[in-house]
């Protein structure tokens, strides 16, 4: 390793610190919904870039008898669309264009004396072959490849809320509850088990209280009046759910609750026991972010409504995803923006901060791949600083390390290289750097928690408050939003649509509209410029879908049926948003929520899967 690392105690056979990567992996629903620049495109993209080549890396660590450990959420949308039939039977088509652009790519560089950018068309020619080869290998099944390193216990597969809804801004708690309890049933019936962990969408946060809506209904009517919310924490609790990932500020902001023990001194009754060695911990400035807590809300009444939290580190996040300050934007690395269309590959390498499009120079897979290393190294002693304060604590620190997956191969291209840099680095200098992998719920299963915390509202977005998904710019959506929230609860309380197959089917669809609607993809879109069109365009297609649907749900319940040109639409619209064949209305229904559902056990451990074989670092 190029850091000099001082070798640190280790108590007994355990390491003396934990590091626990937490990528997240999501989409918008894109299938049926456009294709180019924006739509299934972007699923496309994310498969050859991203998902395919984190397979590879935990194929190659497997096969070297090594974990990256990392928590994975595949989101409940991503799975629907990488099991969507549409999806399986048009990614190959999109593999096979992008191998013949690298081939008529190759020609006019050869032709043109461009040797150099000739060779690297012939690199994607074999990377965008690999993509097939390994898509085939899978059965067209990208999930599959996920399920097997989560059952080999390579990683650990997460969920996240079922359509991505940014969950502190929803109207209800029956809508919060919903997602949840979606996300799960969908997990389930992908993977096969129930999951234990979650990433809340935009790292999201709100603790229960008292809350009124922020903006007024879409038919200028007086919104409902304030209520009692629930926090987050008591929704993940009745789903299951033990963890989730919350950024720096929320941590720093919290305030220290009593623990079970305490409150029994004081003569209230207690609840979930606590170490005291790890109580004492939670004072300890240099653990503050490098410990799980416990998540209560003080006016929720009971610490048994509660969940873990695992803090987001600042001192390696930027490190590893600013592009301005860290890795991505070494000017070896492939640069992300420059093109040549129409295949829209790219050649050209970041050259340096601030270099015009036009002044890129010619990329060189193999001089990055060399940078990856470097910045394995460099990562792993920045992780090594950091817990390195704690490596005498009785009870070790763990940093937690949570990313967009499409960080890793899709924007920054040589990521996934790097992932499987790091676990390397690790593994080869075992003996030297007293730090391993582990997630979320291995640490949970060895280390208690270091006590209780209540946190403000909050996220990992722009001043780490709502203002990206709540604004001049998008508060229009949530007049939307909350009036169909409440819309569904209603109906869903009434006991009619039980009693009818047709009820029942319209109050279903009902429901998936709504997910989408809820979907904190749209505001971001909007919020950032992004695709700022397509986002209107998509929550307006999704208004005007649930609101047909409410309509005809109105006929029904008039007459009893409805027309034929009625039915026309319902199955078009049906067939347009398929998500979650076994949605259930009842989880809209006032009040009602899951009391912790027993757990789907996981299956035993699979043989070992054979992908395309990949070398460990890109070559050209």
């Not at 720096?248 to 609750?257: F, G, N």
């Not at 060695?277 to 004072?283: F, G, M, N, V, Y």
Request: hydrophobic share 40%; net charge negative.
């Amino acid at each position: 390793m190029s850091q000099d690392l001082t070798l640190a105690p280790t108590l007994g056979n355990r390491p003396a610190g934990f590091l626990s990567f937490t990528l997240h992996a999501h989409l918008p629903w894109v299938v049926n919904h456009g294709t180019w620049p924006h739509g299934i495109e972007w699923l496309h993209e994310a498969a050859a870039e991203t998902y395919l080549p984190l397979l590879r890396v935990f194929a190659n660590l497997e096969r070297d008898g090594i974990a990256l450990h990392c928590n994975l959420d595949l989101s409940p949308i991503l799975l629907e669309q990488l099991a969507h039939p549409v999806f399986r039977a048009d990614f190959p088509n999109y593999i096979q264009r992008k191998i013949v652009a690298a081939r008529e790519d190759e020609a006019y560089f050869h032709q043109a004396g461009e040797e150099h950018l000739a060779e690297t068309a012939r690199f994607w020619q074999r990377f965008y072959t690999s993509a097939l080869d390994d898509f085939a290998q899978l059965g067209q099944d990208i999930i599959s490849g996920f399920r097997h390193f989560h059952e080999s216990g390579l990683i650990n597969l997460i969920t996240s809320a079922a359509t991505h809804a940014y969950l502190p801004l929803l109207g209800t708690d029956e809508s919060v509850r919903a997602q949840l309890r979606t996300a799960v049933a969908t997990h389930t019936r992908h993977l096969g088990f129930t999951p234990r962990g979650i990433w809340s969408p935009e790292c999201g946060y709100r603790p229960a209280g008292r809350w009124s809506f922020p903006v007024a209904s879409v038919d200028g009517s007086t919104p409902p009046s304030a209520f009692q919310r629930i926090g987050i924490e008591q929704a993940l609790c009745e789903s299951g759910i033990d963890y989730f990932v919350a950024d720096t500020h929320l941590i720093e902001a919290a305030e220290r609750q009593p623990t079970p023990n305490e409150l029994s001194a004081t003569g209230l009754p207690g609840g979930i026991p606590l170490d005291e060695k790890s109580e004492r911990l939670t004072h300890a400035p240099h653990r503050q972010l490098y410990q799980p807590y416990f998540v209560t809300s003080p006016e929720s009444g009971s610490t048994c409504e509660t969940a873990t939290v695992f803090p987001r580190d600042p001192r390696t996040g930027m490190q590893v995803w600013s592009h301005d300050n860290g890795y991505p934007g070494d000017a070896n690395y492939l640069d992300f923006n420059k093109k040549r269309f129409p295949g829209g590959h790219r050649y050209w390498r970041v050259t340096g901060p601030h270099v015009d499009i036009n002044d890129k120079l010619p990329y060189s897979p193999n001089h990055a791949a060399e940078r990856v290393q470097a910045h394995a190294s460099h990562f792993v002693h920045l992780v090594y600083e950091a817990l390195k304060p704690g490596f005498n604590d009785a009870v070790p620190p763990i940093l937690t390390a949570p990313f967009d997956a499409d960080l890793f191969g899709h924007w920054w291209f040589e990521g996934a290289q790097w992932l499987e840099a790091v676990a390397r680095v690790l593994h080869d200098y075992r003996g030297q750097v007293p730090i391993e992998l582990i997630s979320c719920a291995q640490y949970l299963e060895s280390y208690p928690r270091a006590g209780f915390l209540s946190m403000p509202q909050g996220s990992w977005g722009a001043e780490g408050n709502d203002q990206v998904w709540l604004n001049a710019e998008t508060s229009w959506t949530y007049t939307h939003i909350y009036a169909a929230e409440i819309a569904v609860r209603d109906l869903a309380t009434s006991t009619r649509w039980r009693a009818s197959a047709l009820g029942t089917r319209l109050l279903k669809q009902l429901c998936r509209e709504l997910l989408l609607l809820e979907s904190s993809d749209w505001q971001s879109l909007i919020t950032t410029g992004a695709a700022r069109d397509y986002a209107e365009r998509r929550f307006l297609t999704h208004n005007d879908q649930f609101n047909e649907v409410k309509d005809i749900y109105a006929a029904w319940q008039a007459e009893d049926r409805i027309s034929p040109a009625q039915e026309e639409r319902l199955t078009a619209i049906e067939l347009r948003d398929s998500i979650f064949p076994e949605i259930d209305p009842a989880h809209w229904i006032e009040g009602a929520h899951a009391t912790r559902p027993e757990p789907v056990p996981e299956p035993p451990a699979a043989a070992p899967v054979q992908l395309h074989p990949v070398a460990r670092t890109a070559k050209a």
